[in-house]
């Protein structure tokens, strides 16, 4: 079956549920409010034996931060809680993502293969802080720091995917156009480009470069993603204006496996990759 969306539930999309202060976030805050005040213990005791201020501790409860896996297994553990926190972990370390990519967010991380097609910016798997911290400063409307700093998490929690065993196989095939976009300025960009280095020499990554001079493109529809899940099944993901879709219908995501298929094979191999990035450091 093909996800598709209406303008209504596109609309409840763009609802703030993603934002600090909704949801899953506000309900785990007065849980947590109401489990340390069954213990007996004020924020800052309590804070002190979780490592965070009373301010911060305030912030959780109030639903107006959103709180790190390590902070809910520690809470969980010093107010005897029993698990009923731990067990809210996976829901809330989604709503630290925008709303239209959590599921994505959820088949990525346990993916056993991913293939990424990127046209506009460096894929979220390989950027930098700076990188994606210039990235969420000029998004428009603007982003608020408290939420560029939830995003910023998010982004490089995601990065857990390449520390897994077994790890999941993964093929990057980027448009020379995105490499040369000085976002942030040089010196992000070469850090960027140096991150991408290092990421393709993993023996389970394969980075390809596309160039802009090549007359054949089988992809010009735009970015997508397939993700191998861990039940066996493959899934298409497609994202553009803060809009996205999962395909699953099989002739559908069989269209877009061909359109990869055709697009590694027109685009740098790996090792020329290397090559022609490691050659745009030197310009930079």
Do not use: H, W
């Not at 201020?53 to 809470?75: H, K, T």
């Not at 959820?106 to 046209?119: D, H, K, P, S």
């Not at 979220?124 to 603007?142: E, K, S």
């Not at 040089?186 to 020499?201: D, N």
């Amino acid at each position: 079956m093909t996800e598709v969306r209406d303008e209504e539930t596109v609309r409840q999309q763009r609802r703030p549920e993603d934002e600090p202060g909704t949801g899953v976030v506000t309900a785990f805050g007065r849980q947590l409010k109401l489990l340390r005040t069954r213990a007996g213990l004020e924020r800052a005791e309590f804070g002190k034996r979780v490592g965070y201020s009373a301010d911060s501790v305030a912030s959780i409860e109030q639903g107006r931060r959103i709180p790190q896996p390590q902070f809910i297994e520690q809470a969980d553990e010093v107010l005897g809680a029993g698990g009923v926190l731990t067990a809210l972990k996976e829901e809330v370390g989604r709503a630290r993502y925008p709303a239209y990519f959590r599921d994505a967010a959820r088949l990525e991380a346990r993916a056993t293969g991913l293939n990424l097609y990127a046209v506009y910016a460096v894929p979220g798997l390989l950027q930098t802080v700076d990188y994606a911290r210039a990235i969420f400063q000029m998004q428009r409307p603007l982003l608020s720091d408290e939420v560029i700093e939830q995003r910023l998490e998010a982004r490089l929690a995601r990065r857990e995917v390449f520390n897994r065993r077994p790890a999941p196989l993964m093929s990057f095939v980027i448009e020379e156009a995105v490499l040369r976009r000085p976002l942030g300025g040089p010196q992000v960009m070469r850090e960027v480009l140096e991150q991408i280095l290092l990421t393709g020499q993993l023996r389970y990554v394969e980075v390809q470069v596309m160039p802009t001079d090549r007359e054949d493109n089988a992809a010009l529809g735009g970015p997508f993603t397939l993700i191998d899940t861990d039940k066996g099944q493959r899934i298409a993901y497609a994202e553009v204006q803060d809009d996205s879709r999962l395909y699953t219908e099989v002739a559908r995501v069989r269209e877009l496996e061909a359109r990869y298929g055709i697009l590694r094979s027109q685009a740098l191999t790996p090792r020329e990759s290397s090559a022609f990035i490691e050659k745009l450091m030197g310009e930079s």
